[in-house]
Nanobody, 115 residues
Framework: QVQLVESGGGLVQPGGSLRLSCAAS????????ISWYRQAPGKERAMVAG????????NYADSVKGRFTISRDNAKNTVYLQMNSLKTEEKAAYYC????????WGQGTKITVSS
């Protein structure tokens, strides 16, 4: 059974940092690209960052370039999202998934950016 479990969310002040983790199981992790997505209240879910399988190439939404970094540890079946200089409008639920595969969405991890 495929599982993608997000963690690491919480409350952070504007300008602060958080690191999210996505722990995967049920499939050969190293063979798949993984992406992070977020969904703010009342808005559609959107891709934030992605990382390929073999070469670990990365891509980012324009709004997070230079502030967010996605990485993966294939030995731990985990993808990370380091988020720096967080903004209040980035309050959202963050999810990870395999792009194009059609996995069910997990419960996500919620981030609140507030002073």
């Amino acid at each position: 059974q495929v599982q993608l479990v997000e963690s690491g969310g919480g409350l952070v002040q504007p300008g602060g940092s958080l690191r999210l983790s996505c722990a995967a199981s049920g499939f050969t992790f190293s063979r798949y690209a993984i992406s992070w997505y977020r969904q703010a209240p009342g808005k559609e879910r959107a891709m934030v960052a992605g990382i390929t399988s073999a070469e670990s190439m990365t891509n980012y939404a324009d709004s997070v370039k230079g502030r967010f970094t996605i990485s993966r540890d294939n030995a731990k079946n985990t993808v990370y999202l380091q988020m720096n200089s967080l903004k209040t409008e980035e309050k959202a639920a963050y999810y990870c998934n395999r792009p194009g595969v059609g996995d069910d969405w997990g419960q996500g991890t919620k981030i609140t950016v507030s002073s």
